[in-house]
């Protein structure tokens, strides 16, 4: 069975950091590129960031330079690393995991960035 579980998000203060992981299962999870969206109420889900599977990462502007994603093959999971949060970085986050043509979406975490 093919899960994709995201944990770690939660409430924090603007200017705080949080670490979201997205762990695994049920697919050979080195051969995939793993993503990172996220939707905020009212709008369209947006690619936040990706990494492949030779490690290479790519980061939406918004983000770029405060937000690291990385994986960690052996166990399976990847990671978001968020600094310097906004309240614009408010959303559910979500782990999307692509091999064409198989493709799996976690089911979503809560980040919430308020004073």
């Known amino acids: 069975q093919v899960q994709l579980v995201e944990s770690g998000g939660g409430l924090v203060q603007p200017g705080g950091p949080l670490r979201l992981s997205c762990a695994a299962s049920g697919f050979t999870f080195s051969s995939y590129i793993i993503s990172w969206y996220r939707q905020a109420p009212g709008n369209k889900r947006e690619l936040v960031a990706d990494i492949r599977t030779t490690g290479t990462t790519n980061y939406a502007d918004s983000v770029k330079g405060r937000f690291t994603a990385s994986r960690d093959n052996a166990k399976n999971t990847v990671y978001l690393q968020m600094n310097s949060l906004k309240p614009e970085d408010t959303a559910v986050y979500y782990c999307?995991?692509?091999?064409?043509?198989?493709?799996?979406w976690g089911q979503g975490v809560q980040v919430t960035v308020s004073s």
């Open positions: 999307y995991a692509v091999f064409k043509p198989r493709e799996y």
